[in-house]
């Protein structure tokens, strides 16, 4: 199984960034890299290139790529019958 760190954002449209390098084999491997903070520097400086600056952030946690997957797939079926 692959696991991947997903960032939560504390906006109102409730953004979400989801690193797709690295991937991790496992849950605790994904975790441990959450919060080793020789890491956590080189995920902040990518997410504020991405956004051009610092969002507040809500949570981060690591999800296996599956349940990303079918997360995104049940939001996009919800976008397109509204």
Do not use: H
């Amino acid at each position: 199984m692959t696991w991947m760190i997903v960032v939560i954002f504390a906006t109102l449209a409730g953004d979400v960034y989801i690193f797709t390098d690295p991937t991790f084999e496992t849950r605790r491997e994904c975790m441990l890299a959450v919060i080793d903070p020789a890491k956590q520097a080189g995920y902040l400086a990518k997410l504020e290139q991405e956004y051009g600056g610092a969002l507040p952030i809500r949570g981060i946690n690591c999800l296996q790529a599956d349940t990303i997957k079918e997360i995104l797939e049940e939001a996009e079926l919800g976008n397109k019958s509204t």
